[in-house]
C-alpha cells in the first residue's frame, strides 16, 4: 500500500497493493491493521455505493464531521475535493483525482472538505467509506461550478441532481 499526500491539507491518496497473475488481479480495498500502520486511524462505520452513467456530476457535498474514504470499484471517474475549512492552511484551494478500476486508486477525504464526482466511462460505482453515519442534516452543498472556486470538470454540460443545481 501506498500513501501519499495531496496538495489539500489531511486529504490523502491511498494505493492498495495489487496481485495479478494469468487469472486476473485481486485487491484488498481496506485492511483496519495496514490502514492503521499507515496513520489511517479512521474508525469506519458506514460503505455506500452510488451507481451511474456518463455524464453525471454529484456533489460537491460535505458535513463537519465526516471522513471518507472514496474509491471506483467499476469504470472511471473524476474525483474533485475543495477545502471549505475555515482553520485550514489550505482553505478554498481544490485538487482533482482521476479514480478508476485500473488504477485503483483510493482518496481519503477529512471533515470540512467537500467532494464531487463526475462519470467519464459509460458506468461506474463510485464507493466510500464512511465515519459517521449519514446525517442529510448536517450536509452542505457547493455549487459545482461556482466561479468563486474555479473548480475544472472534464465536461461542461453535466447531468445533476435538482440539489446539486
Known sequence: MIVDKSEIDGVLTVTPGIFEDYRGYYVETYNQHDYQAAGIAVPFVQDDISVSRRGVLRGLHGDAKTWKLISCLSGEI????????????????????????????????????????????????????????????????????????????????PILSQRDR
Open 78 to 157: 473524476y474525483l474533485a475535493v475543495l477545502d471549505c475549512r475555515d482553520c485550514s492552511p489550505t482553505k478554498g484551494a481544490w485538487q482533482g483525482f482521476t479514480i478508476s478500476d485500473r488504477n485503483r486508486m483510493q482518496v481519503l477525504v477529512p471533515p470540512g472538505v467537500a467532494n464531487g464526482h463526475a462519470i467519464l466511462s459509460e458506468r461506474a460505482i463510485f464507493h466510500y467509506k464512511q465515519s459517521e453515519y449519514y446525517d442529510p442534516g448536517s450536509q452542505f452543498t457547493v455549487k459545482w461550478n461556482d466561479p468563486a472556486h474555479g473548480i475544472w470538470w472534464p465536461l461542461s454540460d
